[in-house]
DNA sequence: GTTGCCATGTAAGGTGTTACATGATTTA
DNA sequence: TAAATCATGTAACACCTTACATGGCAAC
C-alpha cells in the first residue's frame, strides 16, 4: 500500500486533515492517485488503528469540523524503515504503445491523427509540469539537501514528457518519409 | 481492461494458445503485466463470449491439449475501434521519488545507498532491455512500418531507463557535493 | 435559494498480483 | 524417480477508481 507512505510522508512534514491530503494528492503531478481519491480516508482509519497517526478534532468556528491527523514517533519509524527497505521501481505503463504495435491496420492518416493527438497530450502535460515547478506551490524545503531532491525530481518529470513529445516527433516524421 | 487489446493485438497476428500468451507476455519488456498472470485465461474467456475469438483444441500427440485462440472479424473490428478512440495515456509510477521526497531523514551515507541501488537497478533494466532488443525474439514484421513502430517502441524504452540511470548519477553527484 | 466549496465517509467495481490446484509429458 | 516444462484454471487479495451520500457554511 504505497500511498500509506505518501500520507505517512506529507503528516512527517506538517499535520493534515484528510481534506488538505486529498487536495496535496490533486496538487502534485508527481502522485500518480487520481484526484478525488477517498482511499485517502480507510487508509487514514487504518494508519490511526495501527498507531502510526494520532487524530484530534479541529472545531471550526467557521465551518465544518476537521480531523487533524499528526504522525507518531512509530508512524515516522515505519517511513524511515521503507526508505532503508531499498528503493522502489518505477512502474511505467504504456498502453499507447501496444496501440502502436498492432496499429498496422490503420491507414497512414489515421496512425498520424493517432500519433498527433498523443503529442498534444504529452505537450499538455509537460506545460503544466513547467507551470507548477514554477509555481513551486509545495515544498517544505526544511533543508537545502530537501530542496535539492524535490527539484530534481522536478526535473525528472519535466524531463520525461520532454523526451515523450520528442519521440513521438521522431515517430510521425519517420511514418512521413516511409510513404 | 488493457489486457484485453493486449491479447486482442497478439491474436491479431497469430492464433494463440493461453500459455503461448503467458509466455509472450513474460518475453516483452514492453508490457507491464507480470509474470505468472492468469488473468489471461479469465479474459480469454470473456473474450469468447464476446465474441471477440473463437477456439478449438489441439488434441497434441505429445503433450497435454491446448486451446488454441483465433481472432474473430468482431475482434477485429474491437481493437481498431479502440486505436481510432485515441492514444492511451501514460501512466508512470514512480514511488521511488516519493521515498526521496521525504528522504531526508536519512544520514548523507544511507540516502547514497538508496541512490545507488536504484541506479543499479535501472542499469540492470536497461540491459535486458537492450539485450532484448538486439535479439529482436518478437517482431511479427508484417510490413515495413509495422518493423518501424516496433524498433522505435524499443528505442523509447532504452531510452527511459538510459535517462532514468543519467538522471540518478546527477542526483548522486549534486548530492555529494552538498556535504 | 441555489451553486459551490469545505469536510468526511461508504460501497461497488475494475484491474492486476499472488497463491494454490491439477495433471500430463519430457528430461536428467 | 525426481525435477522441469507444458497447459489450464480457481480463489483470494491488494490497490486504485468511481459513484454515491451527507451536511455545514459562504457567496451571489
Sequence with gaps: MAIKYAILGFLSWQA????????????????????????????????????????????????????????????????????????????????FFLQLMWADTLSPVELDELCAAYEHEMAIQLLMCQEKARRNELDPARSDRERLLWQLIAERWIGFYTEEVA??????????GKE
Design 16 to 95: 493534515l486533515s484528510g481534506y488538505d491530503l486529498k487536495k496535496l494528492f490533486e496538487q502534485a503531478y508527481f502522485l500518480y492517485w487520481s484526484g478525488n481519491n477517498n482511499q485517502i480516508y480507510t487508509t487514514l482509519v487504518q494508519l490511526h488503528k495501527d498507531g502510526a497517526v494520532t487524530t484530534e478534532i479541529d472545531h471550526q468556528t467557521s465551518g465544518p469540523s476537521r480531523k487533524i491527523y499528526t504522525i507518531t514517533d512509530e508512524g515516522r519509524q515505519q517511513l524511515r524503515e521503507w526508505l532503508l527497505a531499498g528503493p522502489e521501481l518505477p512502474q511505467l505503463r504504456q498502453p
Design 167 to 176: 519521440w513521438v516527433q521522431r515517430l510521425r516524421a519517420e511514418l512521413a
